[in-house]
């Protein structure tokens, strides 16, 4: 507090978007919308002998000005502020709190001393029992916070202990095409999604979209263009590259299907050939015909064909009726990923078997059935 009002004190509050000093003072004269105008009778009112005023920024309506008004005013002597505390004088335990390799660190022992402070902490150890720190791939320096102070400065001469990730995977075997759901055990990552610490994996190039994260395993799902190259993962900026672990030997391929065009207004039992299809149940296989064009700010339109049979050269599925148009056909096996697509695309036609009559009148008038 820098002083006291005494008798009387008032208050006017000015929104606008500007705050010229001239400006500000007519508008609260004028005081539109105020019926009783109470913000001119302040402003008048001669017993007011001291004014402070402040102006700043608006959340909502961008600027403001605030006038206080007073009778009297009293300035108060300013206290002289208190030293800071610094290390050693005296800190107690509970008033310091240590992170590290982003985790919490649980103080161990705390030695405050007459010039410093002395302390040991340990961080916590993940649950799956592998007896690893939860810890963070990077450049970590110890963040020490004092209450009521903040974070102790560092010394720059003080060396960044570094971490990186830790990759423990098998083999994995997943689509050129992308949709492979792949697993990436390891150490040393981000702990969820939103506080991820920049982890990220690419496969080829490509990125593999994550779909969750913790401390000691990745999920991701791969798309086109993931192929028998480096996979890297990413964490909080360092990298680890792995050459060896994922290919894409093998998997479902679709060389053709029958019948090359179908009605969109009856059903049509489809039939895809191809290889690798392999010979899981029909439920593990989703044919699905993806529209080659949209209509504006919508998605293309999907049709699931429903699947009959499978042998790993043959796929049978039933395709319902559907719109006019080329469409793409996409093979989704549970586990996999997408297939291969070598074939060209399908086409709902309508198609006209007969005309009858075929001839008729120059003049018109000639009733005809269409027959398709």
Not at 17 to 45: Q, Y
Not at 115 to 121: A, N
């Given at each position: 507090?820098?002083?006291?009002?005494?008798?009387?004190?008032?208050?006017?509050?000015?929104?606008?978007?500007?705050?010229?000093a001239?400006?500000?003072?007519?508008?609260?004269?004028?005081?539109?919308?105020?019926?009783?105008?109470?913000?001119?009778?302040?402003?008048f009112?001669?017993?007011?002998?001291?004014?402070?005023?402040?102006?700043?920024s608006?959340?909502t309506?961008?600027?403001?000005?605030?006038?206080n008004?007073?009778?009297?005013?009293?300035?108060m002597?300013?206290?002289?502020?208190?030293?800071?505390?610094?290390?050693?004088?005296?800190w107690?335990?509970?008033?310091?709190?240590?992170k590290?390799?982003?985790?919490?660190?649980?103080?161990?022992?705390f030695?405050?001393?007459a010039?410093q402070?002395?302390?040991?902490?340990?961080?916590?150890?993940?649950s799956?029992?592998d007896?690893?720190?939860?810890?963070?791939?990077?450049?970590h320096?110890?963040?020490?916070?004092?209450?009521?102070?903040?974070?102790?400065?560092?010394?720059?001469?003080?060396?960044?202990?570094?971490l990186?990730?830790?990759l423990?995977?098998?083999?994995?075997?997943g689509s050129?095409?992308?949709?492979?759901?792949i697993?990436?055990p390891?150490?040393?990552?981000?702990?969820?999604?939103?506080?991820?610490?920049?982890?990220?994996?690419?496969?080829?190039?490509?990125?593999?979209?994550?779909?969750?994260?913790?401390?000691?395993e990745?999920?991701?799902?791969?798309q086109?263009?993931?192929?028998?190259?480096?996979?890297?993962?990413?964490?909080?900026?360092?990298?680890?590259t792995d050459?060896?672990?994922?290919?894409t030997a093998?998997?479902p391929v679709?060389?053709?299907?029958?019948?090359?065009?179908?009605?969109?207004?009856?059903?049509?039992?489809?039939?895809?050939?191809g290889?690798?299809?392999?010979?899981?149940?029909?439920?593990?296989?989703?044919?699905?015909?993806?529209?080659?064009?949209?209509?504006?700010n919508?998605?293309?339109?999907?049709?699931?064909?429903s699947?009959?049979?499978?042998?790993?050269?043959?796929i049978?599925?039933?395709?319902?009726?559907?719109?006019?148009?080329?469409?793409?056909?996409?093979?989704?096996?549970?586990?996999?990923?997408y297939?291969?697509?070598?074939?060209?695309?399908?086409?709902?036609k309508?198609?006209?078997?007969?005309?009858?009559?075929?001839?008729?009148?120059?003049?018109?008038?000639?009733?005809?059935?269409?027959?398709?």
């Amino acid at each position: 507090m820098f002083g006291q009002w005494q008798t009387d004190a008032e208050e006017s509050i000015y929104y606008g978007h500007g705050v010229d000093a001239e400006f500000v003072i007519f508008g609260l004269l004028i005081d539109d919308g105020n019926d009783k105008r109470p913000n001119r009778d302040k402003i008048f009112n001669a017993a007011f002998t001291k004014i402070g005023v402040a102006t700043g920024s608006h959340s909502t309506k961008t600027k403001m000005a605030v006038l206080n008004y007073a009778v009297t005013y009293e300035s108060m002597q300013q206290p002289t502020p208190a030293p800071v505390k610094v290390p050693g004088y005296p800190w107690t335990q509970d008033e310091v709190s240590i992170k590290f390799m982003g985790s919490p660190c649980t103080i161990a022992t705390f030695n405050a001393g007459a010039t410093q402070l002395e302390m040991t902490c340990t961080i916590p150890v993940n649950s799956n029992n592998d007896n690893k720190a939860v810890a963070v791939a990077g450049d970590h320096i110890p963040e020490i916070h004092f209450e009521g102070t903040g974070y102790a400065i560092v010394d720059p001469a003080v060396t960044a202990t570094t971490l990186e990730p830790v990759l423990t995977v098998g083999n994995i075997n997943g689509s050129p095409s992308g949709g492979t759901l792949i697993t990436l055990p390891g150490s040393n990552f981000g702990f969820n999604l939103q506080d991820s610490f920049g982890t990220g994996v690419t496969i080829g190039g490509t990125e593999c979209v994550l779909t969750s994260v913790s401390n000691t395993e990745i999920k991701c799902k791969t798309q086109a263009g993931a192929a028998n190259d480096s996979l890297i993962v990413t964490v909080n900026g360092k990298t680890l590259t792995d050459d060896t672990h994922y290919t894409t030997a093998g998997g479902p391929v679709i060389n053709s299907y029958s019948p090359l065009t179908a009605s969109p207004v009856i059903s049509t039992e489809m039939t895809l050939t191809g290889t690798g299809f392999g010979t899981d149940a029909p439920a593990n296989y989703v044919v699905t015909f993806i529209g080659t064009t949209s209509e504006p700010n919508k998605p293309p339109k999907e049709i699931i064909c429903s699947t009959i049979s499978v042998t790993d050269t043959e796929i049978k599925c039933k395709l319902p009726g559907g719109k006019m148009g080329a469409y793409k056909i996409q093979l989704l096996k549970v586990g996999y990923g997408y297939a291969v697509n070598n074939a060209a695309d399908f086409n709902f036609k309508l198609s006209i078997t007969s005309i009858t009559p075929s001839q008729g009148s120059f003049e018109g008038g000639t009733p005809i059935v269409i027959r398709g």
